[in-house]
């Protein structure tokens, strides 16, 4: 019932920007942190950002000083500015939420279908 829906992924050239979005939708009580993973051939899922409860972030230091986490609590988005991008920032890009659903005492973890980012030139 609950879903994440992610957009923005695409074609960029090195130095460019690109910006993800992912919506939460559903039946939802409330949402304690929203992050963003991503995924290269050969290489094990890495955490990029985490946004808790609307505010704090942590971020890989890979992308320190070029992504930026940020969240809309009135429509339970995530989004994620990248810029400076580079080649090593090619992956598939992953929503990942920790939520609790209406009805329900312990909270959740849901992940979305994943957009691809390429950095190419």
């Known amino acids: 019932q609950v879903q994440l829906v992610e957009s923005g992924g695409g074609l960029v050239q090195p130095g460019g920007s690109l910006i993800l979005s992912c919506a939460a939708s559903g039946n939802i009580f409330s949402i304690d942190a929203m992050s963003w993973y991503r995924q290269a051939p050969g290489k094990q899922r890495e955490l990029v950002a985490t946004?808790?409860?609307?505010?704090?972030?942590v971020y890989a230091d890979s992308v320190k000083g070029r992504f930026t986490i940020s969240r809309d609590n009135t429509k339970n988005t995530v989004y994620l500015q990248m810029n400076s991008l580079k080649p090593e920032d090619t992956a598939v890009y992953y929503c990942?939420?920790?939520?609790?659903?209406?009805?329900?005492?312990?909270?959740?973890?849901?992940w979305g279908q994943g957009t691809q980012v390429t950095v190419s030139s």
């Open positions: 990942n939420a920790d939520l609790f659903p209406y009805g329900h005492t312990s909270s959740s973890n849901y």
């Open positions: 946004n808790r409860n609307g505010h704090s972030t």
